[in-house]
């Protein structure tokens, strides 16, 4: 029985004490800021607790090197590395303070090795990928998230993923510090906390003994997701001398997946259900996400797999199925030609569990620079018109902007964000905000003839009867816009209705294929689209060409439709619908506005979307302000962008928003063409 020894550490005596190794062979840095603000909020709400109370923040698992004092980490990394970079942080906070050196020598320690040579390492010594010279710049810099994300990028040094990971946990630790501990003094007390009462066990033993404790303890439901597990239990099937080259075949599991921004339990059960039977309780045969590792480790199941006598086989058959399932992913068949059946974009409300599935929440860190953000911007003097996008650049913010450009550009089409608190700003400070989170998505567009590239969709109906549908209060059927990325941000909701709706234009482009492949035809060919009195002087009231409701461009379908726009412009151009004009029409209506199609949901104050425009079809239903005045009636903000590499299309649909014309207003009689006007 190998030999397991424990110990008790503070933050200060394990970084004083210990070097610390994450294998290459072990999981990535993959917090996000959700899991390092829970962890810095935690210790935070146990020291207004109680200050002398220690706060135990788990067990790490390491196995001892031949060097003395360093460890290889089995479990714990990603507490560990946050921490690390907690240190990081505070020694730049504390710059010009006494407790500056001693940052510095729980950082990075010079040592003498079995040779007799002095050598300088990290205290912790991240191996995978470029971590390691990625950890070793932000303590050489020394700097703010900013001045270390500059100088990183002109160093050349990679930046995605788990790398991307690290700059962002500190970005947001250290804008935690900076809200939380404004002064020396209370700095000073956060650090006493954290450096004494802050406390894990060590368990320490040789690493074949350490892997198998890991693996005991992850299932017991302490741990990992099951990609870890699993790789974690292919490690404890080979020899040690054997982990680099297993280390080298999980990269080409995980580094694809990692690039495609693909979730890798979502993989892991495609791969099951691809390639094995199913066996369970339930009729479906399908295997959920918290069932996984169970599955595998079932000894039927195993002897299925054979990962036990064949651990290599094993993995290069997942690899194998990898670059299949991102092909899936990325809408094309097994031949590697595209499938619209098969494009992420294609979806139906059953897809989704609940809203979480397509909500991203703003998290405090984030809220905190925003505010701050919102307040340099005003301290400047500077206008709506005057924001660009340096002015709104927060690095808490990037893994959301960069959740929202994956989902509009390869993923769902749309995504709902959460969570700005609208009673905390004035009406133009929420437009700052709304705006400045627009600069990272494209550039703003104007919305109407006023010249308006933040747009306020309001009922204005009493003051102009014939108001554009987004400045009246009735019912919109399934559309788009004139732009390539929509956003709405809710700052008051109606008293009653104003529901949202949101529909695949995909889902609805391959039932209609399936359905009725005539109409999709007609749908193809297009239609002449009314220019709704917004047209430039001398420009005709109508497109001068028919324009394709749908349209395939380098396998990607993409969508532009507003009904009575046809209506309005067929009759415009002379050409006035016959019945199977307008059937095509109403089924095209109908099959959008089936309930397992058509998402509903109401945006409530402090909330938004972002919808691709060529993917996306929305709509409202009918609202009413009852006697409301004017500024307390609904009132949304609206976005509209030019992404102009967002997504290939047919050029007759590609449009830059409407040009500003003096004197006009977005107001038009639609009675003289079209009865219905939305």
């Known amino acids: 029985m190998a030999k397991i020894e424990d110990h008790k550490y503070s933050i200060e005596e394990a970084f004083r004490e210990c070097f610390y190794i994450v294998p290459d062979y072990q999981r990535e840095y993959v917090w996000t800021e959700k899991e390092v603000q829970q962890l810095l909020d935690d210790i935070e709400e146990q020291l207004d607790v109680d200050e002398r109370r220690e706060y135990f ?17 089995i479990d714990g990394q990603q507490r560990l590395t946050t921490f690390f970079l907690l240190l990081c942080a505070l ?65 050349g040094i990679s930046r995605f993923g788990s790398l991307e990971n690290l700059l962002n946990a500190y970005g947001t630790i250290h804008s935690y510090l900076g809200g939380a501990y404004k002064t020396v003094a209370e700095l000073r007390q956060y650090w006493g906390y954290l450096a004494n009462s802050v406390v894990f066990i060590q368990i320490s033993t040789d690493v074949s003994s350490a892997l198998k404790i890991f693996e005991t303890i992850n299932e017991r439901g302490i741990g990992l997701n099951s990609m870890d597990l699993l790789k974690n239990l292919l490690f404890t099937q080979v020899r040690p001398e054997e ?5 080298d075949e999980w990269k080409k599991v995980t580094a694809p997946l990692e690039k495609a921004k693909e979730k890798p339990l979502r993989f892991l059960r ?81 897809d989704f569990k609940s809203p979480a599935d397509y909500t991203i929440e703003l998290a405090a860190a984030q809220l905190r620079d925003i505010y701050h953000s919102v307040r340099r911007i005003k301290d400047a003097g500077l206008g709506l018109d005057d924001l660009q996008r340096e002015h709104f650049e ?34 133009d400070e929420l437009g700052m905000i709304f705006w400045g989170l627009g600069t990272h998505l494209g550039r703003g567009l104007s919305q109407s003839v006023l010249g308006d590239r933040l747009g306020h969709v309001k009922d204005f109906s009493r003051e102009d009867p014939l108001a554009r549908a987004y400045r009246n209060k009735q019912e919109l059927s399934p559309h788009t816009d004139a732009c390539d990325l929509v956003g709405l941000a809710c700052l008051r909701t109606a008293k009653n209705g104003g529901v949202s709706r949101l529909t695949s234009a995909v889902t609805v482009h391959n039932v209609m294929l399936e359905e009725a492949p ?161």
């Open 57 to 73: 923040i788990g067990t790490v698992l390491v196995s001892p090197t031949a060097q003395k004092s360093h460890y290889e980490v």
């Open 91 to 155: 020694r730049e906070r504390f710059q010009g303070e006494p407790q500056y050196p001693l940052f510095t020598g729980l950082l990075a320690t010079s040592y003498t090795d079995s040779g007799g040579n002095l050598r300088t390492s990290l205290k912790l010594d991240p191996r995978y990928e470029n971590a390691g010279e990625l950890m070793n710049r932000i303590v050489a810099i020394g700097a703010d998230p900013e001045t270390t994300r500059a100088k990183i990028a002109a160093a």
């Open 243 to 247: 982990f680099t080259r297993l280390k």
């Open 270 to 350: 495609y791969f099951i259900m691809a390639n094995y039977k199913v066996k369970n309780d339930r009729p479906d045969a399908v295997v959920r996400e918290d069932e996984i590792y169970d599955w595998l480790i079932d000894k039927d199941n195993a002897a299925l797999c054979n990962y036990k006598a064949d651990p290599f086989g094993f993995v290069r058959k997942i690899i194998r199925n990898v670059e299949k399932f991102i092909g899936f992913t990325d809408g094309r068949a097994n031949d590697g030609a595209p499938s619209t059946a098969m494009d992420p974009g294609a979806w139906k409300v059953a």
């Open 394 to 427: 927060l690095a808490s913010l990037r893994p959301v902007i960069d959740e929202i450009r994956h989902q509009i550009e390869d993923g769902r089409g749309f995504v709902v964000l959460r969570r700005l608190p609208v009673e905390d700003y004035s009406k």
């Open 518 to 678: 005539e109409s999709l035809e007609r749908l193809y060919r297009g239609y002449f689209f009314h220019r709704r009195g917004e047209e430039q002087p001398g420009e005709l009231p109508h497109t001068p060409y028919r324009m394709p409701v749908y349209s395939n461009t380098d396998g990607h379908i993409s969508a532009r439709y507003v009904r009575p726009y046809v209506e309005a412009g067929e009759a415009a151009a002379g050409r006035p619908m016959d019945d199977f004009d307008l059937a095509v029409l109403d089924r095209l209506e109908e099959i959008s506005k089936r309930p397992e199609l058509m998402l509903e949901f109401t945006l409530q104050p402090g909330e938004m979307y972002f919808i691709n425009n060529y993917t996306i079809l929305h709509a409202r239903t009918a609202f009413d302000d009852g006697d409301a005045d004017e500024d307390q009636r609904r009132h949304l903000l609206r976005l509209w962008l030019e992404v102009p590499e967002m997504r290939p299309v047919h050029p007759y649909i590609r449009r830059n928003g409407i040009a500003a014309v003096p004197g006009r207003k977005p107001s038009y009689d639609w009675t003289k063409l079209a009865a219905n006007r939305n």
